[in-house]
C-alpha cells in the first residue's frame, strides 16, 4: 500500500471540509488491509476507515492515519425460484450496487436507491429511506479486526441493527472494518410504496407498470427535488436523527403545539420529525457565515464554500439549544463527528 503524507481530505467529505490526514492510504483487498495492519509503523496510529465521506465532519485534522476502502467486485453467490445473495465489496459505490441488483431483477434495495457512499458503510448505520431499511434485506458480512487482522462474519442478529444504529457504531466502534457484505435478495419482490411520496411521484411520471425499477425511479425523482447535492452544496444528508419520543410526552406538546407531526413506531413511543422541530425554530433557510440550513430541508446543514467543521457543529449545537428549549426534546446528532 502505498501511504501518503499530510494529505488534505477536503475532495474525500461530501461536507467539503479541509482536514488533512497525517498519513492516508487506500487499500484494495483484505490481504493489503492485514499487511498493514500487522506493520509495526503503523500498529499505534489512530485509523480512520473512509468511505465516500458522506456520513462524516471533519471538526480537526486527523493525526492518525485515514484508510480509504477500494475492495470492489460484486457476485451473484445463488439462487433459487425466490431469492438471490448476492455479494458486494465494501468498497463498491451503494448506489450503483443498486442498479445491479434491479438489472439482475433482484428485488429488496430499490427504495435506498441514490443513497450516497460506499456499501460497506451501509450497515455501520443500517442505512434507511422511504420505509426501507438495509436490515430487511441484510444476510451476512465479513469484517476485519483492527487490532489482529482477524476476519470475522457477523450475521444479523450479531449486528444489533436499529434505527441508524449498529454494533458498529456502539459497542464495537472502530473495532472492524466491513470488508464485505451480503444481501438475500427477493426474486418475487413485495413493493414497499407506503411512503406516500413514492405513490403521488409514480402518478405524477406516468408510471403505470409497479416494479423495482419504477420505484428505484420515483425515489431517485424524490431525492434529487428535495435534498441539496452534494456536488454543488457540501452536506452529509440528515445530519440529526428523528427523535423518538414517549406517547404521552408527545400528547402534551400537541395541546400546546398542535401542529406537530408525529408516527408511531411501537407501543407508547412516536416519532417526531427534526426537520420541522429545526423549522418551528426558525433554522430553515438561515445561513451563518460560511455554513447554514438548508433551505428546502431543516434536517440538513450546508457549508456554503469555505465553512470549518467547527463551523457546522457549533451550529449543530446552536439547533440542538433551541429544540431543547422550546420543545424539550433532544436531538441526536446522526453524522459521524471526528
Ligand atoms: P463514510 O462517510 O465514509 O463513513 C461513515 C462512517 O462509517 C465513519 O465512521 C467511517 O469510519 C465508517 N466506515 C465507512 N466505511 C467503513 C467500513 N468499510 N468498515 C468500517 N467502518 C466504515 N443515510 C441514510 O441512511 N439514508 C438516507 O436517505 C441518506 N441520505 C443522504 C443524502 C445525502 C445528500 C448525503 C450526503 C448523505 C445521506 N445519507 C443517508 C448518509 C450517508 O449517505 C450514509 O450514511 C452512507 O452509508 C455513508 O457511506 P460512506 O461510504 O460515505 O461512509
Ligand atoms: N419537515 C419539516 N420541515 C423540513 C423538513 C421536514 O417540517 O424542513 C417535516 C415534514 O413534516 C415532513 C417530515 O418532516 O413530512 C419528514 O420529512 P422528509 O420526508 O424529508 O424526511 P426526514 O424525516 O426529514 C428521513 C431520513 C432521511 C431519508 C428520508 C426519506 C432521518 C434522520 N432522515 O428524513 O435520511 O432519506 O427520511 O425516508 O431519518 C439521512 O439519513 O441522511 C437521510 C437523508
Known sequence: MDIQRDVSLKGLNTFGIDAKASYFGEFHSVAELQ???????????????LGGGSNLLFTRDFEGIVLRNRILGKEILEQNEDFAYVRAGAGEIWHEFVLFCIENGFGGLENLSLIPGTV???PMQNIGAYGVEIKDSFAYLEAVNINDGKIQTFDKDACHFGYRESVFKK???GQFIITCVV????????????YGAIKTTLDEMGIKELGIKAISDAVCHIRRSKLPNPAEIGNAGSFFKNPEIPEIQYNILKEKFTEIPCYKTSPGMVKVPAGWLNE????????VGQTGVHKNQALVLVNYGNATGAEVKKLSED?????????GIELETEVNII
Open 35 to 49: 499487511n498493514l495492519i500487522s506493520n509495526p509503523d503503523f500498529k499505534s496510529l489512530e485509523k480512520l476507515i
Open 120 to 122: 460497506g458503510a451501509a
Open 171 to 173: 459497542e464495537l466502534k
Open 183 to 194: 444481501f438475500r435478495l427477493s426474486k418475487k419482490p413485495a413493493f414497499n410504496t407506503s
Open 280 to 287: 418551528q425554530c426558525g433554522w430553515k433557510g438561515k445561513v
Open 319 to 327: 439547533i440542538r439549544h433551541s429544540v431543547k428549549e422550546k420543545f
